[in-house]
């Protein structure tokens, strides 16, 4: 059940969770391979030029004539909006690109930003996500840190067995995606060091926790099985850290959540498509 809110509704309601519904990647592929890592001072200026006036639209021209990224060769931005375009724009969710416009108003190392960005660049790559959830996850929980390169490589062994396009790809483009994405993760703050890694909890904003309670519903799920959602372990959260979170999303009124033993009541006051 929903109940009618004052809060300013920014975009359709029906459409924001239609958008949502369909945004999570759920195939594998090596496009990280020619991602180099997290990109986010590059997204923060693409985020930045579309809140000084850019239309989203006119992005790809933008950036091929130069005026956005334009520290950078041609190839280079071509590759860097691919990147880009794929994990922000393609799903085509207005008020997700509208949130990271205002997110970006908070600066390139944000929290507002930079767990808003890790989000949706994770919710886009299969891989990624897998790995977080799975792998990273599981050192996580059993209080073990360190993380090598070459665990990467075995969960990709392990992944193979379900997307059997992995084992066409050549050493090289498996290492490569392996170096990618933990740049990526430590740019995102999920592990720190250089050469020898170390798993850490990131910073999260109240924001980026009710986007993905926001795509959690879109997807179908609710109540309960929200809060036992494997997505939460991308911020490397227990069950009882979920509950808390819930708790503060309820106090700022942006959600009603109740829980009493295994009964859990979780509600929109705040819908998905308005601002806070």
């Not at 090289?172 to 250089?194: D, P, Q």
């Not at 924001?207 to 959602?229: D, K, P, Q, W, Y």
């Amino acid at each position: 059940m929903v109940q009618a809110t004052a809060t300013r509704n920014t975009f359709p309601r029906d459409l924001v969770l239609a958008q949502l519904s369909s945004l999570r990647s759920t195939v594998v592929s090596a496009r990280n391979t020619a991602g180099g890592g997290a990109l986010l001072k590059e997204t923060h200026e693409v985020f930045r030029a579309i809140d000084a006036g850019a239309d989203p639209n006119d992005l790809k021209a933008l950036i091929k004539q130069a005026s956005i990224l334009g520290a950078h060769s041609h190839d280079t931005r071509t590759r860097i909006w691919r990147s880009i375009g794929h994990s922000y724009f393609l799903p085509g969710c207005q008020w997700v690109v509208q949130s990271l416009v205002e997110a970006s108003r908070s600066g390139l190392a944000s929290t507002e930003f930079v767990s808003l960005a890790y989000l949706y660049f994770v919710l886009r790559d299969r891989l990624t996500f897998d790995f977080i959830t799975g792998s990273v996850w599981s050192k996580w929980h059993q209080q073990s840190t360190p993380l090598d390169r070459s665990e990467f490589q075995s969960f990709l062994e392990l992944e193979s067995a379900t997307f059997p396009d992995i084992k066409k790809w050549s050493e090289s483009t498996r290492k490569k995606l392996g170096r990618n994405c933990l740049t990526a993760l430590r740019e995102f703050g999920l592990l720190r060091g250089s050469r020898l890694k170390q798993i850490q909890r990131p910073a999260v904003a109240s924001e980026t926790a009710f986007h993905l309670v926001c795509v959690l519903s879109a997807e179908g799920l609710e109540g309960r099985a929200i809060l036992n959602s494997p997505d939460w372990r991308l911020f490397l959260w227990s069950q009882a850290e979920v509950t808390n979170l819930l708790g503060e999303l309820a106090q700022k009124k942006w959600i009603r959540f109740e829980k009493a033993g295994n009964h859990v009541i979780l509600q929109f006051i705040r819908f998905p498509g308005e601002t806070p």
